[in-house]
């Protein structure tokens, strides 16, 4: 069929071949011009394909085909052997779409667990039996201290009689769009672990929960790896597995991970950033773009938040990664204040973050005519005086301007700049100065 609609050269190579392992493969394919097409009958078979495959420039093929790419990066550099993965803290609902004998077992094993599970099939969703919210109340009220299951999974007889009335694809679609409807809905209610198990599903779910891209994290079952959603309103984690793929006590060992994931440092400050600066932005101490903030990470190196970035909508993955000379290792490029806040980390080396405002009033007051520039708002509050006591102005530069980081560093003190282990200074540094704008009026 393949040969009709292509002009390559169409070469099939014989099983035998590959039972003989990666070297007599590659010898094989090295002889081949075209397309070549293999098969496998086990795990062992597909990791010797892998190996045989690792200068290609082009493999397409099954889901399997993946089990043996990965080690062929591992000696070149091009991949960690372990990536820290975020899993957030939340809720877990496991979601079986597929009907192959591996989900089967696993779908049984989880339930003889004492996994609460709810059994869906597409013509009860058809006929309106079973809807959405029947699901979703099952869940909300389990309350097994487990994840609820929520499966279609059914033996080939069953899966065919459903085919017979509903139509192959028909019946299929109906259980995509039912899962996927009742992740929307589980999101919303703070749910953020998905353990999918089935192709397609887990495609109609990944698009339903607007995850743009998916960050790759540590195997955590064979063939399954933990991911990280990008683009979603809250970090998710989800658990992505074909059919045939994983244990049979998959669900329940994949939530086990879950639960002793450990944060990465960068991972975890990345994810503060974001929530710091919308709780800033929120709360008014800033507006549109501007503002900044950084944090001094324990090997020396800065994540920063990228120019023309509202504190409002940071997304985590984007926040700029510098190095202590203010090189650029990753991330979105920026804040134009880098230096300024590189500044600030010198002089003071015990210093862990710095967060950066143009807050209302605050502004306003360092632009009085009648200000004492050595000591711009005069003691209003008493927490003001224990927290901030005198505030001297720097002079104005641009934004980006290295004269203001140099200007600070000979102040030490600035109205627009505050440790991150004394941020509450800056509230009340707001509110002294709306105080002050109020008596002046």
């Known amino acids: 069929m393949l040969g009709f609609q292509s002009r390559n050269i169409i070469s099939l190579v014989p099983r035998e071949v590959v039972a003989g392992g990666d070297t007599a493969l590659k010898e094989t394919l090295d002889t081949l011009s075209g397309i070549a097409i293999v098969d496998a009958t086990d795990d062992t078979e597909l990791r010797a394909i892998g190996r045989a495959a690792r200068d290609f420039r082009l493999i397409t093929g099954g889901s399997g085909i993946a089990l043996g790419l990965p080690a062929n990066f591992l000696p070149q550099g091009r991949s960690l052997a372990t990536i820290p993965l975020p899993v957030p803290k939340g809720r877990t609902v496991f979601l079986a779409g597929s009907c192959s004998a591996a989900t089967r077992r696993q779908v049984a094993s989880a339930m003889e667990a004492g996994v609460p599970a709810f059994k869906i099939d597409a013509i009860a969703i058809a006929e309106g039996r079973t809807t959405v919210p029947h699901a979703f109340n099952f869940i909300m009220q389990s309350d097994s201290g487990l994840p609820a299951l929520i499966w279609s999974s059914a033996d080939p007889e069953e899966v065919k009689v459903t085919q017979d009335r509903l139509g192959r694809d028909h019946a299929g679609a109906l259980i995509e769009a039912f899962l996927a409807e009742l992740a929307g809905l589980l999101a919303s209610q703070g749910f953020n672990r998905f353990i999918i198990a089935g192709g397609e599903t887990s495609g109609a779910v990944v698009n339903r929960l607007g995850a743009r891209a998916l960050e790759i994290g540590p195997e955590i079952d064979p063939g399954v790896p933990w991911t990280r959603s990008r683009g979603t309103s809250i970090p998710m984690a989800l658990a992505l597995k074909s059919g045939n793929f994983g244990a049979d006590e998959f669900f329940e060992s994949v939530e ?15 994810d503060l950033i974001a929530e710091v600066g919308r709780s800033l932005f929120d709360r008014g101490f800033t507006h549109g773009s501007t503002g900044n903030i950084s944090v001094r990470l324990s090997d020396g ?16 993955e984007r926040i700029s990664h510098l190095d202590h000379l203010c090189n650029h290792l990753g991330g979105d490029k920026p804040t134009k204040e880098a230096f300024l806040h590189s500044c600030m980390y010198c002089q003071r080396p015990d210093a862990q973050a710095v967060v950066h405002l143009h807050s209302t009033y605050s502004v306003a007051a360092s632009v009085r005519a009648d200000l004492d520039p050595s000591n711009v708002l005069p003691p209003l509050t008493a927490y003001y005086v224990m927290r901030v006591g005198r505030l001297p102005l720097v002079p104005y530069f641009a934004p980006g301007d290295r004269q203001l980081a140099i200007a600070v560093k000979l102040q030490r003190k600035s109205i627009i700049l505050f440790s991150w282990r004394t941020m509450v200074q800056s509230f009340l540094v707001e509110h002294c100065a709306t105080l002050n704008t109020q008596q002046k009026s």
Not at 256 to 270: G, W
Not at 301 to 316: D, I, Y
Request: hydrophobic share 45%; charged share 15%; no cysteine.
């Open 301 to 316: 190196t800065m994540l920063m938040t990228p120019t023309n970035a509202s504190l409002g909508a940071l997304e985590p």
């Open 256 to 270: 086990n991970v879950a639960m002793s994931a450990v944060l990465s440092e960068t991972t975890k400050m990345r």
